[in-house]
């Protein structure tokens, strides 16, 4: 199986920067595209940021010259830099991949989510 495990959320006041990352482990043969989702109180889960196996970069509008996401496929990392966060980036992050295991099963797995809280 393949485990996520992410780290690096907190409470940080506007305008402030967090690196939230996002290690890999267990029975992984290959990583297509890795990204990162955001559920804030009372709403639906969104793409914040994805990255493909290529190095290619999608982001939401709402983040865009602010976040940066970027993996390190050695390690089976991927990271997202926050910063000049503002408030309504508060919010349960969780990274996601698409991965293919050993046995070739090609499934989505999700972390178990980290909070990041940023104070006005």
């Known amino acids: 199986q393949v485990q996520l495990v992410e780290s690096g959320g907190g409470l940080v006041q506007a305008g402030g920067s967090l690196r939230l990352s996002c290690v890999a482990s267990?029975?992984?043969?290959?990583?297509?595209?890795m990204g990162w989702f955001r559920q804030a109180p009372g709403k639906q889960r969104e793409l914040v940021a994805i990255?493909?196996?290529?190095?290619?970069?999608r982001y939401v509008d709402s983040v865009k010259g602010r976040f940066t996401i970027s993996r390190d496929n050695a390690k089976n990392t991927v990271y997202l830099q926050m910063n000049s966060l503002k408030s309504e980036d508060t919010g349960v992050y969780y990274c996601q991949i698409g991965a293919r295991t050993a046995a070739m099963a090609f499934s989505d797995y999700w972390g178990q989510g980290t909070q990041v809280t940023v104070s006005s």
């Open positions: 990255i493909n196996s290529g190095g290619s970069t």
């Open positions: 267990g029975s992984i043969f290959s990583i297509n595209a």
